[in-house]
């Protein structure tokens, strides 16, 4: 049988991370695209001469041209510019948003079968341009944000009440920005919601605020202390669980930027909601009842994401 082919477009430090990974878990061969000539092909071979070390048969290869991911099953897009401190995510829409229309056509023309991931912020906004720059199915183009953000919290989780991290679930909703919105009632340690471990004084009311909030700010944190650049472990390898549920056909219950048609009250936009991964793409979203402070929160999130489409449609009026 062939090996899968994953395609990375975007070599920087998320897609090299995305790369040794995948090769470490023998997903299957794998393309680095980048418009830096050397990049990609610096880290494919970097990479494949840890392989006989490691002990993983994956070719590697680094490419400058699209024609390279013809025929990728799963392609990771993280191409554009990362923050630097001081700024947020929404600050990378204008040149991000032109990346996408060149990573669209790309995929269109050479890998229109691919299952498509986006990293690229701002995240929310960038999907759903990608979506429609590439014309792929919405089922097969998903952005990531949730798994990353529920992957904080849990960390946090897991550190406050010394657990290990395994037994700790996390439930995140909404935009991947300052507006998502951890869910306490729907996180648990080995099924306990969060709630009921307050009540069982395991933390207090004001700390798992404070929890909640570090989430949200997540990424800045990491921002403020790189200085150069923004997380990239932490998201490679959400983006890999995503991608492993499509190509295993595992079928995940996983948070995900996915497109919504009416789920939650919202229409053609993408945003944070469980769902359900397999050799289909999307292939279910999962609508949890929300309470009013929830949804509240949420309508908040989605505004949020809504202004940042407004704003893309105002530089490329084709995506409207
Ligand atoms: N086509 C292909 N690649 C591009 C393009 C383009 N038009 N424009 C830029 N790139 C490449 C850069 O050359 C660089 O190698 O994208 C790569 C981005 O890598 P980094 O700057 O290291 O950024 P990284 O940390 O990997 O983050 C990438 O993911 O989480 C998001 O906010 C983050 O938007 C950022 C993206």
Not at 99 to 121: D, H, L, R, S, W
Request: charged share 20%; hydrophobic share 45%.
């Amino acid at each position: 049988m062939a090996r899968n082919k994953i395609a990375l477009i975007g070599s920087g430090m998320i897609g090299g991370t995305l790369a040794h990974l995948a090769g470490l878990k023998e997903m299957g061969d794998i393309v680095l695209f980048d418009i830096a000539e050397g990049t990609p092909q610096g880290k494919a071979l970097d990479i494949a001469e840890s392989a006989p070390v490691e002990g993983f048969d994956s070719r590697l290869s680094g490419a400058n041209d699209y024609s390279a991911i013809e025929g990728a099953d799963v392609c990771i897009v993280t191409a554009g510019v990362a923050r630097k401190p001081g700024m947020s995510r929404d600050d990378l829409l204008g040149i991000n948003l032109k990346v996408m229309e060149q990573v669209g056509a790309g995929i269109k023309k050479y890998a229109p079968n691919a299952f498509v991931i986006c990293i690229t912020n701002p995240l929310d906004a960038m999907v759903w341009a990608l979506q429609k720059f590439s014309g792929l199915p919405k089922n097969k183009v998903v952005g990531m944000a949730g798994v990353l953000d529920s992957g904080r919290f849990q960390h946090f989780l897991a550190e406050e009440f010394n657990v290990s991290v395994e037994d700790v679930t996390a439930f995140v909703l909404g935009g991947h920005g300052d507006t998502m919105v951890p869910l306490a009632r729907y996180s648990t340690v080995a099924g306990i919601p969060l709630p009921d471990l307050v009540k069982m004084g395991w933390t207090s009311k004001e700390k798992l605020e404070e929890i909640i909030q570090r989430t949200r700010d997540g990424g800045a944190e990491i921002v403020s202390l790189l200085k150069t650049g923004s997380a990239y472990y932490a998201p490679a390898a959400s983006a890999i669980l995503m991608a492993e549920s499509y190509l295993k056909d595992k079928k995940r219950v996983l948070p995900c930027a996915a497109y919504l048609s009416g789920q939650y009250g919202v229409k053609d936009m993408y945003v944070g909601v469980p769902c359900v991964i397999g050799e289909g793409g999307i292939e279910r979203v999962i609508e949890i009842e929300l309470n009013k402070t929830e949804q509240k929160a949420f309508d908040n999130s989605v505004a949020s994401v809504a202004g940042l489409c407004e704003a893309c449609i105002a530089i490329a009026p084709n995506l409207k």
